[in-house]
């Protein structure tokens, strides 16, 4: 994989990583106060989450570069076989 397909697949896994990180661990505040939402999250953790999508999309693009490297799943050839 050429470095700028590397960097696409990166924040693609990435932001399908934080996306799916969001909703882990979000409870809602009990007592809310004049002016906040009544969903909003007592406590985001988002530098936790922000790390756990970067540290999970990092081991993703190794095991998918690695995959495309090793030529297991060779797309040029099945292009081949198809045409």
Known sequence: MDLVS???VYVLLWWWMLFMALPFGVHR???????????????????RKLIAATVIAAVLWLV???????????????IRDWM
Do not use: Y
Request: aromatic share 2%; glycine share 8%.
């Open 29 to 47: 505040d009990e007592e809310v106060q004049a002016g906040n939402d009544a969903g909003a999250p007592k406590t985001p953790m988002l530098a």
């Open 64 to 78: 998918i570069d690695q995959i495309i490297r090793s030529d297991l799943i060779s797309f040029r050839e099945m």
């Open 6 to 8: 590397g960097i696409v």
